[in-house]
C-alpha cells in the first residue's frame, strides 16, 4: 500500500487513526520480512526462508500473506525434504481454499519431485492439479512432465493420453514421441512403435538407443533382413550387454529365414538374460546344427532343455529322437522320442514321435513298458495308420522276443485274431516253461494246457505236451507223465531239443512206475543214442543198474554199475557200493565182503559207508565170521552214531547172540534197541525176540514189567492193528490219493502208539505232500522226524524244512536242515540243505555263516546251474551288506554266467552298477539296455537300473537324458518307494545344478 493510499485512508477516517497507525506499522514491517524470507527462497536457502516465513505467519494479521507463507512453508518442506513436507501442503490446501496458490502448489510440488527424478511422488501431486487452471505454456510443461512420470512408474495408458497432448510441440514433441514409441515396442504394438521410432530417428539424442529397437523391432515385424541390417550397424559401437542382444536378434533373424549355418555364430555369441539361456535359447542352436548334420553339436543343445512343456520343447525332443538316430544311439532317442510322443502341441510330430518310439521300443527294448504294450498303445491311438500292417507283425514278434511272457498273456487276453492266436500259444508256452523253472509245476501245467487249446504251430504243440508231462513228473504224476511223453513221440520232429532226452525221461517214467524191464528197455535205447551230456549218461548207467538190480538180474546190473564207475560224472561211491551187493545176490560172497572192505577204506567220506558197514556186518554173519561181524557192527555205531543202521546191527548183533545161546548179551541188545529207537520196526523186532529169550528163561513175569516201560508197545490188537495198517498201505501202493489219506489218518486215530505208527505218519505225510497239502503234512513229517532215525527220516527232514523255507520260518527249518546235512545219505539232499542254510542264515542277517554254507554248496563240483547261482547270488548279496564291493563284483560275474529270471536281472543290475562306479558310463548304459531288453518282467531291477542309467548320462553331460529318465522313474515305478526316493534326490540335484544356467527349469525349494 503507497503512502498516498495511506493518507486517503486517514482522512477518510480519521477517529480510528490511531490504532491504525499501529496496524500499518506492523504491516509494512512483516511486509519487508517476508520480501526478506522471499529473497532467501529464491536464492535457495529453504531453512532460513522457512523460519522467516513462518515469523511473519506468525504475526501478520492478512490472510494473503499467512496464506502466502503456508504455502512457501510447505514448499521449503518439501525442498528440504522433511518428513512432514506433504502435510504441510496438504494443510495449506485444506487452510486456504481459496488461495491463488493452491494450484501452483499442487504444480511447484510435482515439478520439485519431477526435476529430482521422484516420478513416483511428482504424479502424486500432478493428480491433484486442475489442468483448467494452467495457462498454455504450463500445460505444455505439466502434460509432458505429467506423462512422463506415468511412463517412469509403467502407468502407460495415463502416460500415453499426457504425452499424445504434446507429441506435436516443438519443445517437448521428439521426446513425446520417443516415449510412446517405447510404449508401444514394450506393449507389442510394433507397428505404432515404428511408426513413431522413425519420426524421431534423425534426432542424434535417440539414435545410439533407436538402432537396437528398431532392429529389434523389425525381427519382431518378421523383416527378418532389415532387422538383421540394423543390428549389424550397431555392433561396433555396443556395450557387452548390447552385443549379446544384438547377437541374438541376428542370430534367431538368420534361424528364421532358415539361414542356419549363418545363425550358428550369432547365435552362440548371445549371453541369455542375466546370464541364462531359456530352453527357446537351447532349441534354436541345436535345431541349427541339426539342419547342418551336425547332430553331435544338435545334441549337446537339445539335451539341455529340461522339463519344457510346449511346442518348442516337443520340437525339440523330436529332433534330438532323430539326432540321436543318425548317431546310432537308440537308448537316448528312445527317451527322447517318448518324450515327444507325451505331448499334443503338434499332432503330426506327435504320431510321428509314437512311431519311432514304437519301433525301438521292438528293437531294442523298453525299460518303462514291454515292447508289446508300447506297440498295442500305437494301435490303439492310432487304429488307421499308413503303418498299421507292419507295426501288427512287430506286435506279434514281440510277445515272444521281450520274454516278458506274463505281461504278454494279459495283452493278447481277449485279441482272437488268427495271428494273436498263435502268439497266444507260444507266449502262454514259454510263461509256462518260467513257472517250470520256478518249481511252479500245477501253474505250469495251466499254462501248459492253455498253449495246447491254441494248436496253431504243431511245434509249439509238441513242446508244450512235453514240458507238461516233465510237470506231472515232478509231481509224481508218474501215469499221466508217461502218457505226456508217449503223445511228444509221435508228434515231435527230430529237430526240437526236447528230442534229444525223450528215451531218457520216458526210461526214467517207468522206473518210477516201477516198471523195471520197460525203464531198462529205455535207459538202453537212450546210451546207444546218446551225444552229449555226460552227467546224465553216467545217471542212466546208474538207473539201468538198478532196473537190473530190482529186477535180479545181478549180472547186467555189474556191468551197468562198471560202466557208470568209468562215466566218473557223479560220484562213484554208489556203483561201487551196488556192485558188491550184486556179487552177493549171485553166491558170490567173498568178493561181496573184499568190495565192502575195499569200499570203506577207498571213500572215507561217502553217505553210504555206514550202509557198507551194516552189509559187510550181515555177510560176515553169513559166512560164520561172527567175531569180524561184531566188530564192524561195533564201528558202525561208533562212528554213525545218528545213522538209521545203528538199530538194525544193534538187533543183529542181539541175534548173533541168541543164535549162540547168549542171551543176556542177547537181551542187552535188544533193550538197547528198544529203549534207544522206540516205534522203529527193528524196536519192534527187539521186543518180539526179547519175548521169545524171556520165555525160553522161564522170566516172563520180568518181560511183562519191562515191556510196560514201552509205552508204544500194545500187547493185544496185533492182528487189527496189522490188517489196519496193510488197507491203508494198499492204497498208498496203489496211488489211490484220498483214499489213502483216509485210511491212514483212520489207523492213527485207532493205533495212535501202534506197531505201524511211524510208517503210517510217513506215508500220509507223503500224500498230502501230493496234493500241495503241504500244512497238513507238516505235523506228520515232524513225528517221524522226531522219532528214532529210520529210514524214512531223511526224506521228513527234507519236507517239513521244505515246508517251514516256503513260509519263511527260517528259524524252524535251520535245526531241520541242520540235520539233513549230517544225516542225510542222498547228495542231493546234503547240497539241498547247505543251499537252503545259505539262504536263511541270509535271510536272518548272518551274513557270514550265509558266504560259509554258499562256499561250501559250490565245493560240490556236481551240482547244476541254479544252485551254483544261488550260491553266487547270496556271497554277492552279503558283501554288498557287508561293504565288500570287490567281492561282491566277483561274485555277481560267476551269476551272469549261470543265472536265469530274476537272479539274472540282480546280476545284470550290479554289472552296470560296477561299471558306473569304475567311470565306465557308456559301458554301464549298454548293461542298463541289455536289462531292459532281456529281463523288463523283472520291475524292481529294471527300475533301479534307470536310475543309473540317469547317473551315467548327467556323467556325460546329457542332461536331457537323465532327467527325462529319473521323472519316468518317479512317474512309472511308485510302487517301488525306495527307488522312486532315489530318483526325487537325483532329479532335484541334477535341476538346480542346471538351472544355474538355464531360465526355464523349475527347482524345488
Not at 530417428?201 to 535417440?206: F, Q
Not at 555396443?238 to 550358428?264: C, M, P, T, W
Request: aromatic share 14%.
Amino acid at each position: 500500500m503507497t503512502i498516498k493510499n495511506l493518507a486517503i485512508l486517514v482522512l477518510a477516517l480519521p477517529f480510528s487513526f490511531q490504532v491504525f497507525a499501529q496496524q500499518s506499522a506492523t504491516y509494512t514491517s512483516d511486509l519487508v520480512d517476508y520480501q526478506k524470507a522471499l529473497s532467501l527462497y529464491n536464492n535457495q536457502q529453504y531453512l532460513a526462508a522457512q523460519s522467516m516465513f513462518r515469523h511473519v505467519k506468525k504475526t501478520a494479521n492478512e490472510d494473503v500473506l499467512q496464506s502466502d507463507c503456508a504455502y512457501y512453508i510447505a514448499n521449503c518442506a518439501v525442498r528440504l525434504n522433511q518428513q512432514n513436507a506433504d502435510g504441510l501442503v496438504e494443510d495449506f490446501v485444506e487452510d486456504y481454499p481459496t488461495s491463488t496458490k493452491r494450484n501452483t502448489a499442487f504444480v511447484d510440488v510435482g515439478d520439485y519431485y519431477f526435476e529430482n527424478s521422484k516420478y513416483a511422488y511428482a504424479k502424486k501431486w500432478y493428480d491433484k492439479v486442475d489442468e483448467a487452471a494452467l495457462s498454455r505454456n504450463e500445460k505444455q510443461k505439466f502434460n509432458f512432465n505429467n506423462g512422463y512420470a506415468a511412463f517412469s512408474t509403467k502407468r502407460y495408458k495415463e502416460a500415453k493420453k499426457y504425452l499424445s497432448r504434446v507429441e506435436n510441440s516443438q519443445k517437448y514433441g521428439s521426446q513425446a514421441k520417443y516415449y510412446i514409441g517405447f510404449m508401444a515396442y514394450e506393449s507389442d504394438d510394433y507397428d505404432q512403435a515404428n511408426e513413431y521410432f522413425d519420426q524421431v530417428s534423425d534426432k542424434e539424442r535417440y539414435q545410439e538407443k533407436l538402432s537396437y529397437y528398431q532392429a529389434d523391432l523389425n525381427f519382431k515385424l518378421g523383416k527378418f533382413e532389415k532387422a538383421i541390417e540394423l543390428a549389424k550397424e550397431r555392433l561396433e559401437t555396443s556395450d557387452e550387454a548390447e552385443v549379446s542382444e544384438l547377437s541374438k536378434i541376428i542370430g534367431e533373424s538368420h534361424f528364421n529365414l532358415k539361414q542356419y549355418d549363418r545363425a550358428i555364430p550369432y547365435l552362440k555369441a548371445y549371453k541369455g538374460k542375466r546370464g541364462k539361456w531359456n530352453n527357446t535359447d537351447f532349441y534354436q542352436l541345436g535345431y541349427a546344427y541339426y539342419k547342418q548334420g551336425d547332430y553331435e553339436s544338435a545334441v549337446s543343445e537339445f539335451n539341455k532343455i529340461i522339463g519344457g512343456n510346449n511346442g518348442i520343447a516337443q520340437n525339440a525332443y523330436y529332433h534330438l529322437g532323430e539326432s540321436y538316430i543318425n548317431l546310432d544311439k537308440k537308448q537316448e532317442a528312445l527317451n527322447a522320442f517318448k518324450n515327444a510322443s507325451e505331448m499334443d502341441f503338434d499332432l503330426k510330430i506327435q504320431e510321428d514321435a509314437w512311431l519311432n518310439y514304437a519301433k525301438i521300443s521292438y528293437e531294442i527294448g523298453n525299460p518303462y513298458q514291454s515292447a508289446p504294450q508300447v506297440l498295442a498303445g500305437y494301435l490303439d491311438k492310432y487304429p488307421n495308420t499308413s503303418y498299421k500292417e507292419e507295426i501288427e507283425t512287430l506286435l506279434i514278434d514281440s510277445y515272444i522276443t521281450s520274454k516278458n511272457y506274463k505281461e504278454a498273456l494279459n495283452l493278447l487276453e481277449g485279441k482272437r485274431s488268427f495271428e494273436n492266436k498263435v502268439a497266444y500259444q507260444k507266449v502262454a508256452f514259454y510263461r509256462g516253461i518260467e513257472l517250470y523253472n520256478e518249481g511252479n509245476y500245477l501253474e505250469a501245467i495251466h499254462l501248459f494246457d492253455a498253449s495246447l487249446k491254441e494248436p496253431r504251430d504243431p511245434n509249439y504243440t509238441a513242446r508244450a505236451t512235453f514240458w507238461k508231462a516233465e510237470a506231472d513228473f515232478n509231481l509224481t504224476n508218474y501215469d499221466d507223465a508217461l502218457v505226456g511223453f508217449k503223445q511228444f513221440q509221435q508228434q515231435a520232429q527230430s529237430t526240437l531239443p526236447e528230442t534229444e532226452n525223450l528215451d531218457y525221461n520216458i526210461a526214467y517214467t517207468y522206473f518210477k512206475q516201477k516198471n523195471y524191464p520197460k525203464a531198462t528197455e529205455y535207459f538202453n535205447t537212450f546210451i546207444r543214442n546218446h551225444k552229449g551230456d555226460k552227467v546224465r549218461l553216467n545217471d542212466a548207467y546208474l538207473r539201468l543198474g538198478d532196473g537190473y538190480f530190482v529186477s535180479s538180474d545181478y549180472s547186467d546190473a555189474i556191468d551197468a554199475y562198471e560202466q557208470a564207475i568209468k562215466v566218473n560224472e557223479i560220484d562213484s561211491d554208489y556203483p561201487f557200493f551196488q556192485k558188491a551187493l550184486s556179487a552177493g545176490y549171485l553166491g558170490q560172497s567173498s568178493k561181496k565182503i573184499t568190495e565192502l572192505e575195499r569200499f570203506i577204506d577207498t571213500y572215507p567220506n561217502s553217505k553210504l559207508r555206514d550202509d557198507a558197514m551194516y552189509e559187510l556186518g550181515n555177510s560176515y554173519v553169513k559166512a560164520n565170521q561172527a567175531e569180524k561181524a561184531m566188530a564192524i557192527y561195533d564201528r558202525l555205531n561208533k562212528e554213525y552214531r545218528m545213522s538209521s543202521f545203528v538199530p538194525r546191527a544193534l538187533l543183529r548183533q542181539g541175534l548173533v547172540y541168541y543164535n549162540g545161546s547168549q542171551n543176556e548179551q542177547a537181551l542187552g541188545k535188544f533193550k538197547k534197541v528198544a529203549n534207544e529207537f522206540p516205534n522203529t520196526p527193528e524196536a519192534q523186532q527187539a521186543v518180539s525176540t526179547a519175548r521169545l529169550i524171556y520165555i525160553d528163561l522161564g522170566r516172563v513175569n520180568e518181560y511183562a514189567s519191562w515191556v510196560k516201560t514201552l509205552d508204544y508197545v500194545e500187547v493185544t490188537n496185533t492182528d487189527l492193528d496189522n490188517a489196519t495198517y496193510e488197507a491203508a498201505e494198499k492204497q498208498y501202493l496203489d496211488n489211490n490219493t484220498d483214499k489213502g489219506i483216509r485210511q491212514f489218518n483212520g489207523y492213527l486215530n485207532e493205533f495212535p502208539n501202534g506197531l505201524h505208527a511211524l510208517q503210517s505218519h510217513f506215508y500220509l505225510a507223503q500224500l498230502y505232500f501230493k496234493k500241495d497239502l503241504k500244512g497238513n503234512a507238516a505235523p506228520h513229517y515232524k513225528y517221524v522226524v522226531e522219532a528214532s532215525q529210520s529210514e524214512f527220516t531223511e526224506e521228513a527232514l527234507s519236507r517239513l524244512s521244505q515246508y517251514h523255507l516256503e513260509n519263511k520260518n527260517w528259524n524252524e527249518a535251520m535245526p531241520l536242515l541242520s540235520r539233513l546235512e549230517q544225516e542225510a545219505n542222498f547228495p542231493q539232499n546234503v547240497i539241498f540243505a547247505q543251499s537252503n542254510l545259505m539262504k536263511a542264515n541270509y535271510q536272518l542277517d548272518r551274513y557270514n555263516e550265509a558266504v560259509t554254507y554258499a562256499e561250501k554248496v559250490l565245493g560240490n563240483s556236481k551240482i547244476d546251474n541254479k544252485i551254483k547261482s544261488d550260491a553266487y547270488i547270496i556271497i554277492a548279496r552279503s558283501a554288498i551288506k557287508t561293504g565288500d564291493e570287490a567281492k561282491a563284483k566277483t561274485a555277481y560275474t560267476e551269476v551272469e554266467r549261470v543265472a536265469t529270471g530274476e537272479t539274472a536281472a540282480e546280476a545284470l543290475y550290479y554289472n552296470a552298477y560296477f561299471k558306473h562306479k569304475a567311470g565306465q558310463f557308456e559301458a554301464s548304459n549298454k548293461s542298463v539296455q541289455k536289462l531292459a531288453r532281456d529281463f523288463s518282467g523283472y520291475k524292481y531291477y529294471s527300475a533301479k537300473g534307470l536310475v543309473l542309467m540317469a547317473k551315467n548320462f548327467y556323467a556325460l553331460n546329457d542332461a536331457f537324458q537323465a532327467t527325462y529318465i529319473l521323472e519316468s522313474v518317479i512317474e512309472n515305478f511308485k510302487e517301488f518307494s525306495d527307488v522312486a526316493e532315489e530318483a526325487k534326490t537325483e532329479l532335484n540335484k541334477i535341476k538346480q545344478e542346471e538351472a544355474k544356467t538355464n531360465s526355464s527349469i523349475q527347482t524345488e525349494d
